[in-house]
């Protein structure tokens, strides 16, 4: 059961990164860049990044020296964080963070909660369900 809407993605860096630096215009333009990976748990490898050329799906496995999982290392100027553009939105509107490549960060599905629906449901959990559940607006 869907409990947030889809999610954009974004790849973002602090103007002081991309000063003298060539714009970039395709995923392959990562290779030149210090580019901040993202582990969502120890048992998990580094994340890929999820991207499109054209109409092309790409998992982008990106190089750099750091490994985060917010845009506090991007804001400080170590490199192109990728992340949803919810975490990156008020920096990104009071112009710390500048967002590239954005024809090439697609939609990603957003947050589910999953439960059997064969058991009957406990009240707690139907009630968490019932607040949780995302409903979207047509």
Known sequence: MPISPDLQTVIAASPSYLQDKDILQ???DLARHACIN???????GISAWELKQGDVALQCRVDGPLIFNSVYAALAGYGLAYVPESLARPWLECGRLQAVLQHCCPMQQGYHIFYSSERQL?????LIIDTLRYEPHE
């Open 26 to 28: 395709t995923p392959d």
């Open 38 to 44: 993202t582990r969502f748990s120890l048992r998990e």
């Open 122 to 126: 406990l009240p707690a959990l139907a």
